[in-house]
């Protein structure tokens, strides 16, 4: 068995490849790694013995790049679909071709490139650096290649400064999302059905005024109980601007059969923050392309993968058939992620309990999952747990109760007022609400349960201020707070421990998800859709939340792997650690892929693949980190 390290790209943080073939082997190889120009990327035009100004143009494009070669000293790359352009155009500069990167060296990290490529209608161009420093911390590059020999009348050179491509962000849309079939030339009223899906967006190009995304998978499902539209198709959206901020979508989708529809938007301020997407998008055409029939959508949507909860009320799952309990953490997909007994087996509590409930929960580095219970019980390795506590599934206390509530000095200081919702921040800090009024003596303030708190002593959001936009009827100064996630741009998603009135949007249940700007992101039911619950009930509560998504960019944690091979049975076993929260194993029958998962997103480190020795079979491993 051979092994060698890797560098870690983004999301795609490994591929492991597997022969299962005669003897067994183990090798680590990387996956083509696409990279895109950045800000401050430019191609210089210059004639040594001439007296014309040198020219500069800034440039866009994208190369892949391929592990050709790993040595003591140096790594190799190949540098292939290198296509760069002008940001004004002009046909003479665009470049395309190849080449090689090296970086390593025995006694200071250096880096170089060689480049054959053709500058628009002149061909076979060499392209070359030299040994020197690499201008940015790996796995970015930035580097100044530069023609040899050169041309006494057209010397080329080129500025790259170039990041890997990032993976596509997974949006799903929001409540408030609708599809309109209007008729322009008859007396009938528009109809508007509400619509959920999901689309992605990939980073196309980004330049100086704007960032320009593909979006693509677009599977949209409009229904009012009577109507159906099904919407399929994908297109382009841009957010940037020279003065302002604004934004544009333009789709070209199916809907209903109807294929061909082109959908677009003008340049206008976005209405929801970044990465958060709300926007009307149209049938603008002249003439329209069937007066009878014109769609227009009302698109909200945010970079959610996947919504781990828990409810209130145990139900039964007609998709399952099986019971799923209050204390389960349950995904959105219809599947449980972790029942409660996976989440309390490590803490060593005696006698035996079938169910604690789950209040609240997080997860930290390596899948660790942070949660509340509902019920005190007693642990022989930890000692009394109270339903303030923040736990671990590792079988440790994270923090006790008191310890969260300390800072704020309460007066009189209480056993425990329990712990409702919480969120633990990359720097440590920990945000949550508890269950009973507190006194803060620090504050000179009572602490109420549907305030947002930190374990820094501080008021982050009163109960008051998280519902002000939804304009709740009078008499609803506090309705609690059951869960909750905050955003990076500061936008917070919250459950409430009961429902109230908005003069705005009517009935609000304690089961809704909400969001701090003044919208529903989900009715009750909705979350719970996939499961088809057996029990009729209006709403199940909504009690610990954890969000899945691409829109908190951070340094990608790196795995490091053990690879175990059973020959005996054919059997692959993966085990891995990482600083990532979350993860999610895909497999290929070749290393460019397609990768297909092998398994749903889970915090487990290991994976056992029954793949069967038949033959030269092989198979390549990819696994994803949020």
Known sequence: MSRRRIVSLGSLVMVLTILVAGELSVCWAQNRITYTLLDGSTLTDDCPVCGRPTIIVPIKGTFVSALREQNPLFTTYEVQELRFSALNGAPEYEVTGGGTYEIGGEVALVQRMSLKVQIGEVPSIDLKS??????QPWPKIEIDVAQEPVNPLQTFSIHIVASPLQAAKSYMLLDGSTLTDDCTICDRLPIIVPMRGTFSLSLREHNLLFTV??????????????????????????????????????????????????????????????????IDVGEGVVPPRNPLQVFYMHIVAAPVREIWFSTRTSFTSGTLGERVSAGDLISVMGRIVKTNSDLTRNLGIMPMVFDLGLDAVDIGPGGEVFFSCDDDAFSETLGPLQHGDLLSDKGRMVRTNQQLTSPFVPEPVAPDVGLDAVQVKEDGEILFSIEQDLFSEALGVMLRPGDLLSDKGVIVRTNKELLAKFEPTDGQDDVGLDAIHVWPSGEIWFSTESGFQSKRLGSISEGDLLSDNGAIVFRNLELLQSFRPLEKLANFGLDALFLITDGEPKEPPTPKATITLRQESGNVRIDWTSDGKVFQLERADEPGGPYVPVGP??????????????????????????
Do not use: C
């Open 130 to 135: 030299g040994d020197v420093p690499p201008g």
């Open 213 to 278: 995304y593909d979006l693509r998978d677009v599977n949209f499902h409009a229904s009012n109980g009577i109507l159906e539209y099904l919407v399929n198709g994908g297109g382009t959206y841009e957010i940037g601007g020279e003065v302002a901020l604004t934004q544009r979508m333009q789709l070209k989708v199916q809907i209903d059969g109807v294929q061909g529809v082109e959908l677009k938007s003008d340049y206008a301020p976005p209405q929801r923050v970044w990465p958060m997407i709300e």
């Open 601 to 626: 997103i889970t915090t487990d480190t290991e994976y056992i693949d029954l793949v069967a020795v038949l033959g030269t079979a092989k198979s390549f491993y990819r696994l994803r980190l949020w």
